[in-house]
């Protein structure tokens, strides 16, 4: 049959005595006329029109005229503009390529849903500009962010592209007016220049004069690469070495001159025969099914994430009896582990528990005091050129942690003494100039002085005050471990009005640069696959808005 079937069924091919069909003449089945068929229904068409009209008006798909284009269910210029932008939100918040508007399924998708089958996809330059302009307005939202805070503390890091491209990411993080911690991409930008001190450096102090935050940046994350520590010591800033990175370290030597070596390279071995094998993956399954455990796959670690060991132990010594059984049903090779290495292992595992103490015990077997020695002695040389001193006031400021029973009582009174210090800077730095042609006003109570300040009081009036605001805090009661301590400070702000834009200021600042290298999983994971053809610039726009957009609540 034609395309219309004979005209939506109203003709047939003539049916011989033998039962087949004449493909050459049709019979039209209102009057049983008969014609000639040479392929073509234009004639069927006419005899339509012509003896019953009443039929002729669905004789299958014809052209539309202009009248009925204008009609078919198109979409409102507004609606048009709406569907566009929504795209644009979409492939910067999500990091899609921009070619995706080329691609024919999304455009029959947005079809099917408007009902509109005459809409076609903005075109890739549009996209392009319509990211531009929004990255200008999501920047100057962030930029008005920052120009009502007083201190802004950053983490960076350089990164090299699977391209060999070199890349700085710069986040900035601070508590904004209502207690809430902001953090968010200032940069991923491209770098030609070698990553020495001084050009990393220069690249920070770029990022920070361009954001107008010079003034206002306390602190400077990074990792504990020399280049970094380096480029640190030339900048106005407080340095605050990555405490993940220090951690990362000090387990990785730790393991690397212990005891445990041997089983964790079987154990690499273990994991390593039910991934790269899905028939034995799915008999692992099952075997947890049988003994009604979790059905779980096993994971091999990240040399550098050290709870990715942990986690991967844990998978090992909850499925145990399959690790163990399945292999000796398939005469495998893979070695597997003794029960004095699986007891090894479960002391590892109890040594990387986070918050475990390294102090040695009488029970604990040699191999487990020598790691122990090695862990402690290793980060006590990393934490002396850490920065201390700041996390120590950030400790101390935190209402779940302000007795500050992880140090001695020597330290306690030199943290005490530096917040004492830092409260009589805030007032200095806050005390109007004398006028001299005005009378004194009276003295004031402690409490006043201590909510209000004293631009009027001597220096022992002072003392007194600030010694009093810090007694008022110390006498607080320490909060659950569990609660936000920005909560705290929410509710707890007008009581401690001085020592609030210090706290504000200490607890902002991150012990880990972990958020600049979520950057850079972002960027290295979809940019580089999917925006190839990208200039360096649109780069950070898309990167820098999925960053933005992802942090706005839906």
């Known amino acids: 049959m034609d395309e219309g079937g ?18 050459t003449r049709v019979r039209c089945t209102i009057c049983k006329a008969e014609f000639k068929y040479h392929r073509s229904s234009s004639s069927l068409a006419y005899h339509l029109r012509a003896k019953h009209p009443t039929e002729s008006t669905s004789t299958g798909p014809r052209q539309s005229t202009l009248q009925e284009y204008g009609a078919c269910g198109r979409i409102t210029k507004n609606v048009r503009e709406k569907v566009t932008n929504s795209l644009v939100v979409w492939i910067a918040k999500n990091c899609r390529p921009v070619s995706i508007v080329e691609d024919d399924g999304l455009r029959e998708v947005i079809r099917a849903a ?59 993080h601070f508590i904004d007016n209502d207690w809430t911690m902001q953090s968010f991409a200032l940069t991923v930008s491209k770098t030609e220049e070698r990553h020495y001190a001084e050009a990393c450096a220069d690249h920070f102090l770029n990022v920070a004069n361009e954001w107008k935050i010079k003034e206002k940046v306390t602190t400077l994350g990074t990792d504990s690469a020399r280049n970094m520590v380096a480029a640190a010591r030339l900048l106005p800033f407080e340095h605050m070495p990555c405490m993940a990175h ?64 942990l986690e991967m132990i844990k998978r090992i010594q909850r499925n145990k009896f399959g690790l163990t059984t399945i292999p000796t049903q398939q005469n495998s090779k ?22 475990r103490i390294m102090e040695p015990s009488d029970d604990d077997p040699v191999y487990v005091l020598r790691f122990k020695k090695i862990f402690t002695t290793d980060l006590a040389q990393r934490r002396d050129s850490s920065n201390l001193t700041w996390l120590k ?16 009582k020597d330290e306690r009174r030199e943290v005490w003494a530096s917040v004492h210090d830092l409260l009589m800077s805030e007032t200095d730095a806050h005390q109007p100039s004398a006028q001299t042609t005005e009378e004194p006003s009276p003295k004031k109570s402690k409490m006043s002085i201590c909510l209000l300040g004293s631009p009027d009081s001597d220096t022992e009036e002072e003392e007194d005050a600030i010694d009093y605001c810090l007694n008022l805090y110390k006498a607080e009661p320490k909060i659950d471990i569990g609660e936000c301590p920005l909560q705290w400070w929410l509710k707890r702000e007008g009581a401690h009005a001085r020592l609030a834009p210090i706290a504000r200021k200490y607890l902002s600042t991150p012990a880990t ?13 979809i940019i580089q696959k999917k925006h190839a053809s990208l200039s360096s610039d649109n780069v950070n726009r898309i990167v820098c808005l999925s960053n933005w957009l992802s942090a706005k609540k839906d």
């Open 513 to 525: 640069t972990v958020p600049c290298e979520r950057l850079f999983s972002l960027s290295g994971h």
């Open 114 to 172: 408007s009902g509109d089958e005459c809409y076609n996809l903005p075109s890739r330059g549009t996209i392009v500009s319509r990211l531009h302009t929004l990255y200008g307005d999501q920047r100057a939202q962030q930029s008005s962010k920052l120009v009502q805070v007083r201190n802004v503390a950053l983490t960076g890091d350089h990164w090299t592209s699977v391209n060999n491209d070199n890349y700085l990411g710069v986040m900035a």
């Open 6 to 23: 004979l005209l939506g069924g109203k003709f047939l091919f003539k049916k011989l005595p033998d039962g087949l069909l004449d493909k």
């Open 393 to 408: 006031i950030a400790t101390a400021l935190d209402p779940r942690f302000k007795d500050l029973k992880c140090l001695s």
């Open 334 to 355: 893979v070695t597997m582990l003794t029960d004095q290495e699986l007891d090894r292992l479960q002391k590892l595992e109890e040594l990387l528990e986070p918050c």
């Open 246 to 309: 220090i951690l990362q370290r000090t387990v990785t030597v730790s393991l690397n001159d212990s005891a445990f070596e041997r089983a964790l390279a079987k154990r690499h071995k273990i994991v390593g025969h039910f991934k790269q094998s899905p028939a034995n993956a799915q008999e692992l399954k099952a075997q947890q099914a049988a003994h009604g455990h979790q059905t779980e796959p096993l994971v091999q670690d990240v040399p550098t994430r050290w709870n990715s060991t």
